[in-house]
């Protein structure tokens, strides 16, 4: 049998949904068998799988040892040298500028998953913020049954910029509520080839996924299976001699590839861009990642406990989007101030 006494991070959540993250290996069958058959109890008690946990509460599990996976590798936290870029930190929440090349999950990059505490979790962005606050003693993995600090969204492996993580459960609900409801606005800057009709543009399509080839196809008029794309732009500079054009954009909607996809379906794709654009001619350029970098975001509407942030916004450090080298500096200076 094994305890877990209900902490903070762990208050407020149904006790099925505890239990999954809790005990990883086990099956929601046998689950929820277990709630029936009284092996899965709270205070000792009969217990219901929707029933909401409270802080203080204990939650005993008769099960098999082999279904609890402690957690793997958690030792290791202390012991690695955590390597991220801190654009934002509070006690609630970091938010950290992810260089082109990594993975802010495993699997991520490919659409495979490894198995836990592999070495291709331990080169993930959540691995070394895990680490950064374990360091730091706001995470102490050994305490916590359910929760971990964990990513409230995310960028493609070779795009840079800002990556937001929760350090607690309350700021994970409290920032993905603002995602859900569009209070979040991202802004991003890119380098795409040739020169824009329009100073700025509000751009539609409709937008198919294709999973075999984990890329996406961008069609005039809605298609079977599409979704409706909407991606405003404003130009910022261009570069007569390389025929190129720095933009702003900022997503109505989030799709995936969408900025990538959607500015090369309208002729004017990414420089750097492997799966959108012109690879050959942008690598002898010295390009082999798209050049596109999420380096603005506002919080709006915020009236819970991460109220302080409502209005904030926060952005990159400018040194770090390594296309705007290709801009004059007088064209972009005014976004980061």
Do not use: W
């Not at 929707?50 to 098999?64: A, C, N, P, R």
């Not at 691995?127 to 993995?141: D, N, R, V």
């Not at 900025?259 to 794709?269: E, K, N, Q, T, Y």
């Amino acid at each position: 049998m094994r305890e877990f006494k209900i902490n903070k991070n762990d208050a407020g959540q149904r006790l099925d949904k505890f239990v999954q993250k809790a005990v990883k290996g086990i099956p929601l069958s046998l689950m929820y068998k277990s709630i029936r058959l009284k092996k899965i109890k709270v205070n000792r008690k009969r217990a219901e799988q929707k029933q909401v946990l409270q802080e203080g509460d204990t939650v005993q599990m008769f099960l098999s040892e082999e279904l609890f996976s402690d957690k793997i590798a958690s030792s290791e936290l202390y012991t690695i040298k955590p390597e991220i870029n801190v654009a934002y930190e509070d006690d609630e929440v970091l938010i950290v500028n992810k260089p082109t090349g990594v993975l802010v999950h495993s699997g991520d990059g490919d659409g495979k998953t490894s198995g836990e505490g592999s070495a291709s979790d331990r080169n993930t962005l959540i691995y070394h913020i895990q680490a950064y606050l374990a360091q730091k003693g706001e995470y102490k993995p050994k305490e916590e049954s359910s929760f971990a600090p964990a990513l409230c969204n995310r960028i493609d492996r070779n795009t840079c910029g800002m990556v937001i993580s929760a350090k607690t459960s309350a700021s994970l609900r409290s920032i993905n509520e603002r995602i859900r409801e569009n209070n979040l606005v991202k802004r991003y800057l890119c380098a795409v080839h040739g020169k824009l009709p329009k100073a700025e543009d509000t751009l539609v399509a409709f937008h198919v996924k294709d999973s075999r080839t984990n890329s996406v196809r961008i069609y005039e008029r809605e298609a079977r299976g599409s979704k409706k794309i909407i991606t405003k732009y404003t130009v910022i500079d261009y570069n007569p001699r390389l025929d190129i054009s720095l933009l702003e954009v900022e997503l109505v909607t989030g799709r995936t590839h969408q900025i990538r996809a959607h500015l090369s379906f309208v002729g004017f794709p990414l420089l750097g861009d492997g799966k959108y654009g012109h690879i050959e001619k942008d690598k002898r350029l010295g390009y082999k990642y798209q050049a596109l970098c999420s380096y603005k975001l506002t919080f709006l509407d915020v009236d819970d406990e991460l109220s302080y942030l409502n209005g904030k916004t926060i952005s990159v450090d400018m040194d770090t989007v390594y296309f705007l080298k290709e801009f004059s500096k007088k064209s972009y200076n005014h976004l980061f101030n």
